[in-house]
């Protein structure tokens, strides 16, 4: 993938990555705890990474030209919806439920993933609405077992316990059905593993914030696996247009 860009894109993306990993660096020496001492990055650093995969993204479409037809602009415009929730997240709006918000807004970001990844699956020729329906309900599955066993809790109130059932097994339908993408076409290996790190991150979220389990600097962990996982679903955008 990397080998069919030109120098100066090649260039603009080492440099993103670089920024990428400084901005994380950075923001975790000169950031303060909070509270309970489960975040410690600084907000800018934030604002840096999710600005960085943005212009990843944007710099990918530039180089496809918007190849295959639709995919690119869908994958953005959910990186875009991400970007919204991680700043709800980071309670830059001061608004009263931040989470229940976010995983609105998340969800939007991965109903755009999910027409993405169907368009895609249609454009390289994998065909049957079987394998989808089987993927799709299987991750979901996945997800609402894990929920019910480890991270149900009714003392979370019930707007969150029960947003984030539904929200995770969004998330798990997405994560299915860009895993079925991949083994079907051997291609997109980069969504299906930055899909994966987003289901993680926001398994490891949710425990913390459900049950309050978790370590020092857990959303600090949490938010690099996700970060990373956006990142490689912004270069899912170079995978299906010139890899």
């Known amino acids: 993938m990397f080998d069919l860009l030109p120098p100066i894109s090649r260039a603009g993306l080492i440099g993103l990555v670089g ?3 400084l901005a994380y ?10 509270e309970d001492r489960s975040r410690r990055l600084a907000v800018p650093a934030r604002l840096v990474m999710i600005g960085v995969v943005l212009l ?12 295959p037809a ?4 869908l994958i ?8 919204v929730g991680d700043l709800i997240l980071a309670d830059v709006f001061n608004l009263r439920r931040p989470v229940i918000a976010g995983m609105a807004v998340f969800g939007a970001g991965h109903v755009l993933y999910l027409s993405a990844v169907l368009r895609l699956r249609a454009q390289l020729g994998a065909g049957g609405v079987l394998p989808v329906v089987l993927a799709a309900g299987a991750g979901a599955a996945v997800v609402i077992v894990v929920w019910a066993l480890v991270l149900r809790s009714p003392a979370a109130g019930r707007a969150l316990d029960v947003g984030s059932l539904l929200y995770g097994a969004l998330l798990g339908m997405t994560t299915a059905l860009a895993a079925l993408l991949w083994l079907e076409t051997g291609r997109m290996a980069t969504l299906a593993v930055g899909m994966a790190l987003f289901l993680l ?5 949710a425990s913390y914030l459900l049950r309050r389990r978790g370590f020092v600097s857990i959303r600090d962990v949490v938010w690099l696996i996700y970060s990373a996982g ?10 299906a247009g010139v890899g």
């Open 76 to 83: 953005f415009l959910g990186l875009a919806a991400g970007a």
């Open 19 to 21: 920024v990428w990993v």
């Open 25 to 34: 660096i950075v923001g975790m020496v000169f950031g303060r705890p909070n």
């Open 201 to 205: 991150s926001d398994l490891l979220l």
């Open 230 to 239: 956006q990142a490689l679903i912004a270069f899912s955008i170079g995978a």
């Open 56 to 67: 990843a993204a944007l710099l990918w479409l530039g180089v496809t030209g918007g190849r």
């Open 70 to 73: 639709g995919y690119g602009w």
